[in-house]
């Protein structure tokens, strides 16, 4: 198989298996009603400032509807709160409550799990060329989303 048919089956298993095998890794223990889609809210939210929902739905390149479709699920889980901001009465703003921030670190250890386990045996020089062939596919895939 030359390089090009591998990683073609590489990319492919990878795109395949990696939202079953995340959503596996956080449904566990409090997290149970949790989906992986859940977690990239929460993680777009982040546990600093409130956001609005047009930042956090550019930052997951979804509509303000989908996104409240997902928000009002994870405020009826306890996992999200919503606010009015006090300088503008008609703008919502939305956090993470202490539960969801506890989902968010929990993500954030499968992911740094993740990264030790791709990175480890690499050398510095593998690891840069690693990072700027991961940042072209990237590149290409935001490319085609427009």
């Known amino acids: 198989m030359d390089i090009n048919e591998t990683l073609n089956e590489v990319l492919v298993k990878l795109f395949r298996d990696i939202n079953t095998i995340e959503e596996r ?10 989906t992986a889609n859940d977690m990239h809210v929460i993680e777009a939210i982040g546990t600093g400032e409130a956001k609005n929902m047009t930042a956090v739905a550019k930052l997951l390149s979804v509509t303000t509807g989908t996104l ?13 709160q919503r606010v009015r901001s006090e300088e503008d009465r008609r703008v ?3 956090s993470l409550t202490e539960k969801g921030k506890r989902a968010f670190h929990h993500h954030k250890q499968f992911h740094d799990a993740m990264i030790r386990e791709v990175l480890k045996g690499l050398d510095p020089q593998e690891q840069e060329i690693l990072r700027r062939s991961l940042l072209n596919l990237m590149a290409f895939f935001e490319k085609k989303k427009g």
Do not use: C, F, H, P
């Open 92 to 94: 919502v703003l939305v």
């Open 68 to 80: 409240t479709i997902s928000m009002n699920s994870l405020v009826k889980k306890g996992y999200v």
């Open 25 to 34: 890794a956080i449904r566990t223990g409090e997290y149970r009603d949790v």
